[in-house]
């Protein structure tokens, strides 16, 4: 999860279900290709990719250019998308999913007939594989329906998502699937036989189906079924809606905004209503924002910043029906509420702790915030005449959130940044020069470097995807990267990770290998499944030119290297089974890899020996770096403070109130939030019905801060010293990456941090973690 910010990466908990693995075994180019040139050089990609090209001018699509007639063109490519060649199209999909339902039934009537001592063996190992096989098609759809750009795909991919959740959510309520799991792991001569990664498979899918009340009454079992098809239909929609605002524009009357002070250039681009009386403010692009950033009379401030936050009123509803329903799933279920259903087999185990941890947080972090805020507020007071605030609650009382974008401006550090526009650090990180800074920083800490192939023609769902081999010094190739990062027509993916597939080994009565590719471990001849990961951004280029590179903020770099530390959490991962492989892991653990490499983003010294003038290759000067980082870090207690606030709303929207048959007002719930806890109070809005997170993270968004104490913890201990230490990357290797979920995540960090204490997990554990100076 990612769901996967993340991003969105998407973590699912049943005994069937982990993520997509699937790609086609068809031969590739072997040819070396420049890693920087492929990103910031598109005559250069257009000369490699001379047969794509071909095949697409074939078809009378200019494949360098917009993609269209994309279900056309699929149909006569040589494979299908992730070389599955089943996906050159949209009725392809549907095949798939189907063909995939097929063997599952034929695999769940083999697991129930076959009770031999074979068959007993093998059970844990044969509910992996199913596990592999709808999950392939789940997370396949999970990924279409964010990213591709052809509509019938998105269309197929919804149903086919609708139809396997369906099927998936009835097997884990079979209570004969669960009664052999529990036969096999109570026969002490069968656990004997088993190895460590099978036992610890079996107990997660055990827990699972108890989860998903395997042991309660029929009718129960078909409520959750019910209930878990409707959160899902319920949450996809809650999901598709969050990026709108309530209303297109906002409505300013034409005098009001030119006494305000407003450039005459910001006002020429606006449009009037048909009296011409008003100014119409969008509420999506840039207009909004510059006149936050500004705009001097507040209340027009308030009214434009409200108006971009808010939501529909259906969406508000949307909204309490999805945490009505998780409510009414958890009581089904025994639980006081959807958090304590939720955190069950997390590292926090408990509310309780999840609040702790937040509130400690919160008590730490807010004095901090306000010493931001008090510049803010000094600034607002000298601009509108009055006495400077002294007390915190005076600060917070007079700054809002419609003032944190004007009153920044106006900061020295803003004023001070002019001083250097003519010089923008983004000119020293091309997309290209980053990525192969990627690749040398994992090649010091982990081995492992980065190598460009070109993909066969139909494998990607755009002309625009590089594909990235991932290569070991010492196994060879372990994993593919497919990076959809560039800004293209109709794309609205935030950035975000999706595990399209896990490293596992072949399983033994495995005989069809058309829907995936292999990979084969030099050092042992061992076989395995390729993990293969999209990454999707949408970084611009300067330009339409061939000659124009993708530049990057600092901002953006973070964002690339975190989506990375995702995907290098996959490749490294080192177990036999799917369902405890690379991000198969507890969710408020997940995180931790990808917030690590935001450390690494942020050092001068990575910075640094990445940091290049993507014209003149000169070395990025660290005058201008430090001063880049600086605006970079600039209110980042406050922002710290918001995350803390989300996640106490995500805590408080599923907490044992949902259960109660008092009316809800949601929106009420988020206010009362947002003035207790005060810093850039929201009394105005109703945001949090454009609150993404509350469906892909429902009562776990606590995992990001969480995560983020913990790799402050491991940067210190590992890094701090030296961010390109071997030793210590390979220490976080065997202490964390290589085991995904198939170790107790405090262990792992208890050797990682060199402290067994640790290893309880208790609260004792937790406090130790939210000790963290810097999160």
Known sequence: MILRRTGALKVYRSPFQTHLRFLATV???????????????????????????????SNNTNIFGRLKNATKVADKLETGLFQNPYLTSSQGLRKFSLRTLEEAQQLVDTMRSDHSPHGLLTYVQRLDRLSDMLCRVIDLCEFVRASHPDPHFVQAAQLCHEEMFEFMNVLNTDTSLCEVLKAVLADKSLVSQLSVEELRVGKILLEDFEKSGIDMA????????????QISL??????????????QSVS???????????????????????????????????IPFAILRGCPDEKIRM???????????????????????????????????????????KMAKSPVYVRGFVQSLVDTTKPLAVQELRVLANLKSEHRGLKKPESDLEVLDLVRPWDRDFYSALNALQQQRKTLENEQIKSYFSLGTVVQGLSNLFQSIYGIHLEPVVSVPGETWSPEVRRLNVVSDTEGIIGVVYCDLFERQGKTTNPAHFTVCCSRQIYPEETDFSTIQTGQLQTTGEKFQLPVISLVCSFAHETESDESACLLQLSDVETL??????????????????????TRCATDFVELPSILMEHFARDPRVLSSIGQHYITNEPVPLELLKLNQNELNYLQHTETYSQAKMAMLDQGLHSSIMLTDQPINVVEMYHDLEKRLGVLSDDKSNWCGRFGHLFGYGATYYSYLFDRAIASKVWSHLFARDPFSRQNGDKFKNAVLKWGGSRDPWECIADALDNKTLSNGDENAMRFIGRTEDI
């Not at 029929?218 to 098809?229: A, K, N």
């Not at 939501?311 to 304590?340: F, N, P, T, W």
């Open 218 to 229: 029929p009718e129960i079992g078909e409520q959750f079924i019910t209930l878990s098809q």
């Open 234 to 247: 319920v949450g996809q929609e809650f999901i598709n809606n969050t990026d709108y605002a309530k209303n």
């Open 561 to 582: 290297f975190h989506e990375m530390g995702h995907a290098m959490h996959s490749m490294l991962g080192r177990t036999s089974l799917q369902n405890i492989s690379g």
């Open 27 to 57: 031969p590739i180019s072997k040819a070396k290709h420049d890693i920087k040139k492929v990103f910031d050089d598109q005559r250069y990609w257009r000369d490699i990719n001379n047969q794509t090209y071909r095949t697409a001018e």
């Open 252 to 286: 300013i009357p034409c005098s009001d905004l030119e006494k305000s002070g407003t450039s005459k250039i910001l006002l020429d681009q606006l449009s009037r209503d048909a009296r011409g009386r008003s100014y119409k403010i969008p509420t999506h692009g840039y």
């Open 303 to 345: 009214k434009v910043w409200t108006a971009m936050h808010s939501c529909s009123d259906q969406q508000i509803v949307r909204l309490k029906q999805l945490v009505k329903l998780r409510g009414y799933l958890a009581h089904i279920m025994g639980k006081e509420s959807y958090a304590q259903y939720q955190l069950e087999g």
